[in-house]
């Protein structure tokens, strides 16, 4: 009498032929991860500010207690996306030309001359990548100042840096950063540190978040003075 075949084999077979085929992907998509290297932003020089200040401002970061970011790692091909794209803004700027937040002066300039100005506040600067992109980084300089033009460090309220395809950004937004603690921006209420302005200016990591604008809100001054929002650059960083 003839034994009938085991259904075992039949069984394990397609477990075996399903193992392979993952064992095959998950090498696929390894060998499909981008190199990356590290980028290493250049910079402004420093104006050293040596008077010593007690922001109260919530959720304020005290000197040396925040990152001190000064290069980041991205895929290979990761360059500035953002030199001389076109920009946008929420006001006329009381002071400066909008088009010289994308221009490569990172430097404020003694008496601001590279700064653009808002007094209308709270504002925002936009700028149009040109196409969908793939962001990694986005670094802000406000205005770091210099002696001559005050006495204290700058901090500047209502941070927010958002990302889109959609201009209006009515859909789509992605906030990758928001220091506004009370929504005075009508973006949400944020939970990031207000931080003290220097020639380091502020990197915000994006991951490679796909979008086409870049949209980034400031406050005041907050200073003994006060003051209006100011931005001297915006780099992005992508491919």
């Not at 290493?40 to 970061?61: M, T, V």
């Not at 600067?125 to 205005?143: C, E, F, K, N």
């Amino acid at each position: 009498m003839k034994r009938k075949p085991s259904n075992h084999a039949w069984v394990i077979l397609p477990a075996l032929i399903a193992l392979g085929l993952v064992l095959a992907s998950t090498r696929w998509f390894k060998a499909k991860e981008p190199d990356l290297i590290t980028i290493r932003p250049r910079f402004p020089h420093s104006i050293f500010i040596s008077a010593p200040w007690d922001c109260d401002l919530p959720n304020f970061e005290k000197m040396g207690r925040g990152p001190s970011i000064k290069d980041f790692l991205a895929p290979a091909g990761t360059e500035i996306i953002s030199l001389n794209q076109p920009v946008t803004s929420s006001s006329e700027p009381s002071r400066g030309e909008i088009k010289w937040v994308t221009d490569d002066e990172l430097y404020c300039g003694g008496e601001g001359e590279n700064a653009v100005f808002f007094e209308k506040l709270p504002c925002w600067v936009q700028i149009d990548l040109g196409m969908d992109r793939s962001v990694d980084y986005v670094w802000l300089w406000h205005d770091q100042g210099a002696m001559q033009r005050r006495q204290t460090p700058d901090v500047f309220e209502d941070v927010i840096v958002q990302l889109s395809n959609d201009a209006e950004f009515r859909s789509g937004v992605v906030t990758i950063f928001n220091s506004d603690d009370d929504g005075s921006c009508g973006q949400g209420k944020g939970a990031d540190p207000t931080y003290m302005e220097t020639n380091h200016g502020r990197g915000f990591p994006a991951n490679g978040q796909q979008a086409r604008y870049v949209r980034i809100w400031g406050g005041k001054s907050y200073s003994f003075s006060g003051g209006p929002c100011r931005f001297t650059e915006v780099t992005v960083w992508g491919r």
